[in-house]
Structure formats: C-alpha cells, structure tokens
C-alpha cells in the first residue's frame, strides 16, 4: 500500500511525454525530453508537496525505441517516487513490460492508494490511433472491482471513455467505450477515470465517476475542433488527492518556466 487509508494520498499525474531515443527530438516544436524534466522540476519544487506516486497515462514512447523507454526512467528515478505507467497508441507494450517494469516502477496491474484502489488498463492496438479494452482486460477490470470490495476506485487508461467534443480525437479515441462504461456503472465505487491522449484538459461527471483527461508533457490539441489544431498552451500536468471518503480533489498545472515561439505545425497526432 501507498500511504495510509486514514489520510488523503497525493498523486502526480504526467501523461503522453512522446520520448524518443534521441532526446534533441521534437514534435510539433516541442523537445519533448525538455519538456517533460521541466514539468517533473516544477512539480517536486521546494516547497511544493510531494506526491506518494507519479501515474503515467501512456504514450511514454514515440519512436518505439528501448532508448526512449530508458530516457524515461532516467528522468524519473532521481525524485525517488514509485511511477504507475500503461500504454498509450504510440507505445510498445512489449518493451515497457521489460524496460518499465520493476526497481521503482510498474506496468498495468491494480495498486492501493490508501484508502483507494486503482487499476492499470491497457487499452493499445497494434498500429491503430484509436484503443480497445480487449476481453481479457475488460475481465481483469471487474475482478479486479470485486477484489476491491468497498474501496474507492481509480481507473487509469490512456484513451478516455467520453467523447471530448473534438471529430478528429474522438475518431481516434475508445472504440469500445460502450463496454468499459458498463461494467464502471456497475460499480458505484469507481469515483474517477484518468485518461490522457487528447493531449488537453477535460473533465466530466459520469454517473458516480468523474473522467479526467490531461495535457501532455510536450504539445497541447485546442479543445473543440473538427480537425487538428495545435493549441500553444504549454506543457501541462495534473494534481490529485484520493480522500478517505471516496472524494477526488484535482487541478491541471500548466508549465510556468515556458516559451513557445512559434505555431507549430497542425499536420501530425
Ligand atoms: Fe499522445
């Protein structure tokens, strides 16, 4: 366990680093190892709480590359916090079960955060933008909700289940969510969904659960658009506090020590 099941436990959201072996790399005029240890400075500054764990919400990786997945852990381990991560559309699950896996991180599975459990779910399909929960994870899901009995749940994927209101991101989003949204209103302990992949800010109550969606790393989408637009906000990241009682407290954090020069290109997801 994580914390303690009597207090509220912190957790640090980051999501959708888009790393590659080669850290001078950039997309949409963003270098993306940059950005992300510009994000991951600001939020373990002095003075700032420390969260009991970073959860990582997938597209760690842009290049499929063992480097990017290393570069990853190098730019995490020196805050000495445990890291959740799942796949996004651009990862390789086969490498980051054995590069992201073990000595302080974790791929996929379930975790107790105090009085919360949470659960990892994979929702890649090989080559495709869009997700998938796959029977099998879908099955895994809601033993896992039994197992947790009356706990307060968590669930962590990479393409929100919700329709964010963009055609071009909702037509590469879960293509199932139907599915998963089913089996999450079955269960009234499930309080929170956390996505990425949009690569912006979203929030919205369903039922008992509220689905939270985060700007990336690097480049943010603008929110409501029939086709890509890039959106010159700054990297982003989220807070969240898992209270005792069920309730969630969050905020999204734009990156403050940024610049973006230009426009960048709207010709790439
Ligand atoms: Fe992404």
């Known amino acids: 366990m994580i914390g303690s099941p009597d207090t509220s436990v912190r957790l640090l959201q980051v999501t959708d680093p888009h790393l590659f072996g080669d850290e001078t790399r950039k997309i949409y005029g963003v270098t993306t190892a940059v950005s992300l240890r510009k994000v991951l400075a600001e939020a373990f500054a002095p ?8 959860l990582v919400t997938g597209d760690v990786a842009d290049d499929h590359s063992a480097a990017a997945y290393d570069n990853f852990r190098r730019a995490l381990r020196p805050y000495d916090v445990p ?35 949470a659960v990892f779910i994979d929702t890649h399909v ?5 997700g998938r929960v796959e029977q099998k994870e879908l099955s895994r899901l809601e033993l896992a909700l039994q197992a947790f009995g009356d706990r307060p749940i968590l669930v962590c994927l990479h393409h929100p289940p919700l329709s964010v209101g963009s055609a071009w ?42 689905v ?18 890039m959106d010159l906000r700054p990297p982003g990241y989220r807070w969240l506090e898992l209270l005792p009682d069920g309730q969630v407290r969050t905020e999204v954090r734009w990156l403050q020590d940024w610049e973006v020069a230009d426009r960048p290109p709207d010709d790439r997801f």
Not at 126 to 130: D, S, T, V, W, Y
Not at 169 to 175: A, C, E, H, I, Q
Not at 220 to 226: A, D
């Open 47 to 54: 003075g700032t709480p420390r969260p009991a764990a970073i």
């Open 83 to 117: 890291v959740f991560c799942l796949p996004g559309n651009h990862d390789e699950p086969g490498l980051m079960v054995d590069l992201v896996d073990g000595d302080g991180f974790q791929y996929g599975g379930t975790a107790v955060f105090g009085a919360w459990g």
């Open 126 to 130: 090989p080559g495709r933008p869009e």
């Open 169 to 210: 991101l909702d037509g590469v989003g879960l293509r199932n969510a139907k599915e998963l949204l089913a089996v999450i209103e079955r269960y009234p302990t499930v309080r929170a969904v956390l996505g990425g992949h949009v690569h912006q800010e979203f929030e919205r109550r369903h039922g008992h659960s509220l």
């Open 212 to 229: 939270l969606a985060t700007p990336s790393t690097c480049a943010q989408f603008t929110p409501l658009t029939e086709h890509c637009v």
